[in-house]
C-alpha cells in the first residue's frame, strides 16, 4: 500500500511553519512538467520498460538526451526541459540515495551524475555535440539509430577492455542509450517509417521522463516518514523531522498530483526500483 497524504497531515499540522515555508521553494517547473506531460498510471515507464534497467536518473538523462538534440525545437522548450529535470534530479537523487544504496546501482547513480554534469553544462554526451549538424537531414527513426550506434560502439569497444567489477563510464552509459533507442524503435512503430515528427517524438520523449520521474517520486512519502521516525541524538533527531517537513513543504502539490495517477498495486519495497516497475507493467499486459 502506498503511503499517501493522509498519512502525513497529522505531522503537517505540528511542523506546518516549516511546511510553509518549504512551499515557498516548490518546484514549479517539475510541477507544471508533470501536470503537462505525466500519465494517468505512468503509462512512460510502461513505454520505457526496460527490464534490466536498476537507476531512474540514468533513465532520465539519457531520453533527455535524446530530447535536446531533436534540431527542429525551439530553445525556449530546451531550457523548459532541463530545468524540469534539473528540479526532478533533486528529487530523484533523494530517492535513491535514501531508498537504493544497493552497490551495482550505486554505480549507475554516479555515472548518470557525471553524464548529467557533461549534458547540463557542455551541450555533449560522452564528448559528442548534441547539436550534431548531420542531425539537420536526419529523420527521427535516423537520429534514434544515431543514438542506438553509438551507444552500441561504446559498449564494444569498453567490453574489450574493462574489469566486470568497475564498468567503465562509456560502457554504463553507452549501454543505456542502446537499450532505450532499442526500446523506442521497438515501442514507436512509426519512427522507421518517417511518419513520426519530430515535435511529436519531442512530447513522447516528455512525457516519458516525467512519468519516470514521476513515479520515482511516488516514493517521497515513505522518505519523509522515515526522516521523521530517525532514531538518534534528540539535536540530530529534531534535524531530521525539519528537513522532513522542508521536504514536505516544498513537494506536497506534487505528492498530491501522484495520488491521482493510478499508482500500481506493487509491493512497497519494489516501488523504490525501476526495474521493478519495468517487470509489474510487463506482468500485468
Request: hydrophobic residues 35%.
Amino acid at each position: 500500500m502506498w503511503v499517501g497524504v493522509r498519512t502525513i497531515e497529522g505531522f503537517s499540522k505540528s511542523v506546518n511553519p516549516l511546511i510553509q515555508k518549504g512551499a515557498k521553494g516548490q518546484p514549479n517547473y517539475l510541477i507544471k512538467l508533470i501536470r503537462e506531460k505525466s500519465t494517468q498510471g505512468f503509462r512512460g515507464v510502461a513505454d520505457y520498460n526496460i527490464q534490466s534497467s536498476n537507476c531512474w536518473r540514468l533513465a532520465v538523462v539519457t531520453l533527455t538526451t535524446i530530447a535536446i538534440s531533436l534540431p527542429e525545437k525551439e530553445k525556449e522548450d530546451v531550457d523548459f526541459l532541463l530545468e524540469c529535470v534539473r528540479e526532478g534530479l533533486v528529487y530523484v537523487t533523494l530517492v535513491e540515495k535514501s531508498l537504493d544504496i544497493i552497490y551495482a546501482h550505486v554505480i549507475l547513480q554516479h555515472a548518470a551524475e557525471t553524464l548529467w554534469q557533461e549534458i547540463r553544462f557542455t551541450k555533449r554526451w560522452l564528448g559528442n555535440d548534441l547539436q550534431n549538424p548531420d542531425f539537420q537531414e536526419y529523420t527521427v527513426g535516423q537520429i534514434i539509430k544515431w543514438y542506438r550506434d553509438k551507444g552500441k560502439d561504446y559498449v564494444m569497444d569498453e567490453y574489450r577492455k574493462f574489469n566486470n567489477d568497475h564498468p567503465k563510464h562509456r560502457f554504463i552509459c553507452g549501454s543505456s542509450m542502446y537499450r532505450i533507442t532499442e526500446s523506442i524503435l521497438h515501442t514507436y512503430n512509426t519512427i522507421d517509417d518517417g511518419t513520426m515528427s519530430q515535435k511529436e517524438l519531442l512530447d513522447r520523449l516528455s512525457s516519458m521522463i516525467a512519468d519516470i520521474i514521476a513515479a520515482c517520486l511516488t516514493n517521497l512519502p515513505q522518505i519523509i516518514i522515515m526522516k521523521c521516525h530517525y532514531m538518534s541524538a534528540i539535536k540530530e533527531r529534531e534535524a531530521s523531522v525539519k528537513d522532513a517537513a522542508q521536504l514536505l513543504g516544498e513537494t506536497r502539490e506534487i505528492i498530491r498530483r501522484l495520488q491521482r495517477h493510478g499508482i500500481p498495486s506493487m509491493n512497497p519495497s519494489d516501488m523504490p526500483f525501476l526495474d521493478k516497475w519495468c517487470a509489474y507493467f510487463t506482468n500485468s499486459r
